[in-house]
């Protein structure tokens, strides 16, 4: 593990599936219709509470991405603080890393003829603020955390549906959802 | 049609490099050795056609990859992109094949120097085939893109040189000897790219859940069967029959028509049924 590697930690006990992450960063950064960054999926592997458990995923800061392995113009590069970022400028529509990344996180536009993802909001994270979809999470269940010195007793790797985390170390944690209690009025 | 123009650069550029590949395996022949101004002829048809085949290709590449004026920026990722070894090698075996072409007209081709062409040329085809290796793809992540792209090298290769036979001066001058062999080598090769072709729907079939699926999209296609059955079983066929013919005739191109359609058709839809990791699956 690097000095420092930021990262998402997803509380999805928490995440109610509003899609204000989602909708937050595609208005930060005037995404098209067909782009998301960030993308809200129904949790329907092994969930505890069934049709009310969600999974929130952007671009996960690999700590080996496929995106940088593959892209032919060198557009990825890994910062010191882990974050994945792209040079747009350089991009040249070949769609490689939007294939290459199992988690889906580089989005093709038709539009523009390029790939694009989440860079973590690293201008926001140089003024000191949250990136967009944690700052407009209402339930708090989205956080950046630095995985270097994150440590939660109830955090794990993986959950069941996501992709294989061994392919590219993604800087992701998750919170599995608990099970809700059901309480009965006696008869 | 998303995949149309990366179908049609792999299967041609494939099928210039087997066709350069193929000829300089008949140099080891006796009949080269005895009829070399016409197998020297052949040779300067074979690249010119192949170099521009492989332009042609590379320019409908273009569609895909950089539109067309960033498409240099490809030469960036030469320190880790398969993709970029992929297009830098394409590039010099068309570029080579035009010169050897041109450096040819002395009537003497050098055996060393289109043995590195070959090289080069399966090293673009090889390339060609990691690129699509990726562990985003299960069913492509143990290689088998790289056998089946080599296959189809050799083996459009074969039937392009066969039918080159049938409608050349010099490659009816050399058909006699070299046709019956020619004819057994692209069987061979045929039947080895149908093996691999079942092996890799098999293999998928037998893999991960995303595998699973592109293995059902790809062999409950209409595309798959009439690959079998027109695309490769028939030219098989076709050529089992050339083989035991003493005279080239019209026939002789019919394996290579049939062959290069099933490939494009293979190809297509190799790339569009590719099923990659998901969240959520």
């Known amino acids: 593990m690097p000095n420092k590697q930021l990262g998402f930690h997803h509380n999805m006990d928490l995440c109610i599936g509003c899609k204000a992450c989602q909708m937050a960063c595609k208005n930060e950064y005037e995404l098209e219709a067909e782009v998301n960054w960030r993308r809200v999926y129904p949790y329907r592997e092994n969930p505890a509470n069934p049709e009310r458990n969600f999974l929130s995923v952007a671009c996960n800061h690999c700590e080996n991405p496929e995106c940088a392995r593959v892209c032919p113009v060198g557009a990825y590069t890994k910062r010191e603080d882990g974050i994945v970022v792209q040079n747009h400028e350089k991009c040249i529509g070949c769609r490689l890393c939007t294939m290459a990344c199992p988690y889906g996180a580089a989005r093709y536009s038709p539009k523009h003829r390029k790939a694009s993802k989440c860079e973590l909001c690293k201008d926001r994270l140089d003024q000191n603020l949250d990136p967009a979809c944690v700052a407009a999470c209402p339930m708090g269940a989205l956080k950046l955390v630095d995985l270097a010195t994150f440590d939660s007793p109830t955090a794990v790797r993986s959950v069941p549906g996501f992709p294989d985390s061994d392919i590219t170390n993604p800087s992701i944690r998750f919170t599995p959802p608990v099970a809700g209690r059901q309480y009965r009025r006696d008869a | ?281």
């Open chain 2, 1 to 281: 049609m998303e995949w149309l123009s990366l179908t049609l650069f792999t299967v041609l550029s494939e099928a210039a490099i087997g066709l350069v590949l193929v000829w300089w395996l008949l140099g080891f022949s006796g009949a080269a050795v005895t009829k070399v101004t016409a197998y020297t002829r052949l040779g300067r048809t074979i690249l010119l056609s192949s170099g521009l085949l492989t332009g042609l290709s590379m320019l409908i590449s273009l569609e895909h990859l950089g539109w067309p004026f960033s498409s240099p920026r490809v030469l960036m990722g030469l320190g880790h992109s398969w993709l970029s070894w992929e297009v830098v090698l394409t590039g010099i075996f068309a570029v080579g094949a035009l010169a050897l072409w041109w450096l040819g007209r002395s009537g003497n081709i050098s055996r060393m120097i289109s043995g590195l062409l070959v090289l080069v040329g399966l090293g673009a085809a090889f390339t060609s085939g990691m690129v699509w290796s990726m562990p985003s793809v299960p069913a492509n992540a143990g290689g088998f893109p790289v056998l089946l792209f080599l296959a189809t090298t050799l083996a459009v290769g074969a039937v392009l040189l066969l039918a080159l036979f049938a409608f050349t001066a010099d490659g009816k001058a050399l058909a006699p000897e070299m046709a019956g062999a020619l004819s057994l080598l692209a069987l061979g090769a045929t039947l080895l790219a149908g093996a691999l072709a079942l092996g890799f729907a098999g293999a998928a079939a037998h893999g991960s859940p995303e595998a699973r699926h592109q293995a059902t999209a790809m062999t409950s296609s209409g595309l798959h069967m009439a690959r079998l059955l027109a695309g490769l079983l028939l030219p098989a066929a076709l050529l089992g029959y050339l083989a035991r013919q003493p005279k080239r005739s019209a026939l002789s191109a019919l394996p290579a028509v049939l062959l290069v359609a099933g490939e494009i058709a293979g190809r297509f839809l190799f790339f569009s049924t590719m099923t990659f990791t998901a969240v959520g699956g």
